[in-house]
């Protein structure tokens, strides 16, 4: 293995635990980078040590510790006083690299005393590793920008000192969903792919995997933990189905399901099933279960709707969302109870909730449409025309728009 | 009687003014603080940080509402503060919960400027 991957696949752990040391995010990274440099000179002449990370931590503080006593301003002289309130303990037990580290890094990243944006950013960089303008061409700002954001969230975590710990007792099912909304929303810009650059959104997808496995690794206990990971997986199974070789959006029921990737399935329904059982009211393990079943089917014909809609159904009592509402509505449809799917519609139209989501115009048009009233459907499908934003389902919506023109002729 | 004394001031002009001058500024406030203390007039006062490191805090239904940076609506009016002592940000939040207007209104949470003592 060469050094930078070693190097990528350690350095979240050296930080983590370089973080607690010297309680301030910049000193650690530029500790760790420079210890990695040293690295580069000593590993290929002496050989790779046998605890990496270890290796890191320590080299990294000893350069921490230079730094301090070369720096002579007010700020350094505040790291000094931190420092030496934390040098008390046994220097090799302080370096040793401690899961419980990860963990206080994720919690410390998504405070939610921060903004969620800087959230999102700092998770990147920290846990994932992704440089400033990786993250700044992700989500479509410019680089100084983001580094901006990065600075501001740094400083109020050392000024307002926000803890470097995991929260304990019953605050911990409250972060863990803010932990868990970061994560899910990482996934989500990559997944959704609405704007920017396709290949660096496809990469986010992939890290909010990695970091659901870190989650897992680190909380095997939570349904919650194990809902969020398999309703990744089991969305990212159709990555190469849900867009054709023109680049445009197919529908979960025009997808060649041969595409699908199986092992991922397999792994997202084994992950589906376990969470449901340890969390049975779980916002992700109930949506983990409902693409489950979606996977299941071997064609579009085949899904099992009724089981969905009572999933949904469950969500809903459990989550009350406008969204979920919707969707189980469209379930419902699905079922074979066109009318009372649009009864469903037709109720959360009246809440004025999501007058603005493109969605709810473009679900009511689809049971118009299947309902045979073309004319009422056009006029639905023109109505989600208006507050589409994303490309390839503006086209979807246009292709059927022109069918329902073409039929009405 | 007692009275609080609430400092307004334009953070990014006071940032963008030369060292020098916001120590001269600094000076002043000291000269201040030793002067009603003399008078015995001086109950309290601390300087806070800038508005980049407050949270606002607010309970509905029970749950604990976080959210980066200060109170910036105006239908809501100052109406008292407290100062305490917390070990870090998430002590404060909690503290902040148990004030009965976190129901209705909010509060803000800033944490307080470290300053040399003034005697």
Known sequence: MDLDSVYREQRPRALATLIRILRDFDLAEDALQEAFAAALQQWPAEGTPRNPCAWLVSAARHKAIDRIRRERSFAARRHLVAWQAESVLPADEADEPFPDDMLRLIFTCCHPALALEAQVALTLKTLCGLSVEEIARAFVVAPATMAQRLVRAKAKIRTARIPYEVPGGDRLADRLEGVLRVVYLVFNEGYAATSGDALVRRDLAQEAIRLGRLLRALLPASGEVGGLLALMVLHDSRRTARVDAQGELVTLDEQDRSRWDQAQIAEGLALAEESVRRSRAGFYALQAAIAAVHGQAATAADTDWRQIAGLYALLLRAHPSPVIALNHAAAVAMCGALEQGLALIQRIEETGALSQYHLLPAARADLLRRLGRTHEAACAYERALGLVTQEPERRYLERRLREMRDAER | ?119
Do not use: H, W
């Not at chain 2, 030369?18 to 600094?26: D, K, L, N």
């Not at chain 2, 002067?35 to 300087?47: D, H, L, M, Q, T």
């Open chain 2, 1 to 119: 009687m007692k009275y609080l004394l609430l400092i307004y001031e334009n953070e990014a002009s006071f940032a963008s003014i030369p060292e020098a001058e916001q120590g001269r500024i600094f000076g002043e406030y000291m000269d201040y603080t030793r002067r009603i203390k003399k008078n015995g007039n001086y109950i309290g006062g601390e300087a806070l940080e800038p508005v980049a490191t407050a949270t606002t805090v607010r309970v509905k239904d029970g749950k604990t509402l976080t959210t980066d940076g200060p109170f910036a609506e105006t239908r809501e009016q100052l109406g008292g503060f407290y100062l305490v002592e917390a070990k870090d940000l998430d002590e404060a939040i909690s503290l902040a919960t148990g004030i009965p207007a976190v129901r209705n209104g909010c509060i803000e949470v800033r944490p307080i400027m470290p300053t040399p003592p003034v005697d």
